[in-house]
């Protein structure tokens, strides 16, 4: 296929990297959006050009959204126009209820998860939407089954945020379908990423495994196989969907 761009955003680590590897392999320019975590991006940036793939990385909290619009500046001067969005940046915190969350953590996780998915969406349609002048593309959102199942006691602010996602996915998607663009997401269940280390829960996945249907968590990998068909040609019909990753759970 024509080398087409795509941006993942959160795309150093866990399912934004296995994302970013794998568009590598299939044609894909890939800009590797990272916040701090710059050794990390870059590496991923040099796994895609030792495969003779085209990427750079790319700093941006998305929560700032000047950062986030230098971001989308510096893909279109380096790479070119966008094609593809895969919002996966995102936090969670340490388990905690509801009346133990302060103000702080709850701002930061709506700040990073939804007004960050949001605002790159927004720089992405202004490039794809064809009354914009664009040639149409897709976008993909990270969302959660924690939006359906809520995680009472562990982390209502997280899955409350995915629930956010999930209704700006079928919202936004109805809002461009007419201008060429695809929008849909996916909904990891347990994966087994470092970021149930940094919720202060590292052996989350094989503790929880036993609740899963299929008796295991899943990877980044089987993720990101999800996330590229739903940017590939094999999906040009489907948008406004919420495709479940999640081994039945």
């Given amino acids: ?33 990272y916040a701090k975590q710059a050794s990390a991006a870059e590496e991923v940036v040099a796994r895609i050009r030792s495969g003779g793939g085209r990427a750079i990385a790319v700093q941006a909290d998305v929560a700032q959204e000047p950062q986030v619009l230098a971001m989308f500046a510096q893909v279109d001067a380096q790479l070119g126009r966008l094609a593809a969005l895969v919002n996966n940046a995102g936090v969670v915190d340490v388990a905690a209820r509801v009346d133990e969350m302060s103000g ?41 089954a924690a939006s359906r199942l809520g995680s009472p006691a562990q982390y209502v602010d997280y899955a409350a945020s995915k629930g956010a996602i999930d209704a700006f996915t079928l919202g936004l998607a109805k809002e461009v379908a007419a201008e060429g663009i695809r929008v849909n997401a996916v909904r990891p269940g347990l994966i087994d990423t470092e970021i149930h280390a940094s919720g202060g829960l590292p052996d989350r996945v094989r503790a929880l495994a036993h609740e899963v249907p299929m008796r295991r968590g899943g990877t980044a990998e089987e993720v990101a196989e999800a996330i590229l068909w739903l940017l590939s040609p094999q999906a040009s019909y489907t948008t406004m969907s919420l495709l479940e990753v999640s081994g039945g759970r």
Avoid at 9 to 27: D, E, K
Avoid at 113 to 135: I, K, L, P, Q, Y
């Fill in 1 to 33: 296929m024509v080398e087409q761009v795509v941006l993942v955003t959160g795309g150093s680590r866990g399912i934004g990297a296995a994302t970013a590897l794998l568009a590598a392999q299939r044609g894909y320019a890939v800009a590797v959006n």
């Fill in 104 to 144: 702080e953590r709850l701002k930061r996780m709506l700040d990073i998860n939804v007004f960050g998915s949001m605002v790159c969406a927004r720089e992405a349609v202004r490039r794809m939407s064809t009354r914009h002048g664009g040639s149409g593309g897709a976008i993909v959102n990270v969302s959660s």
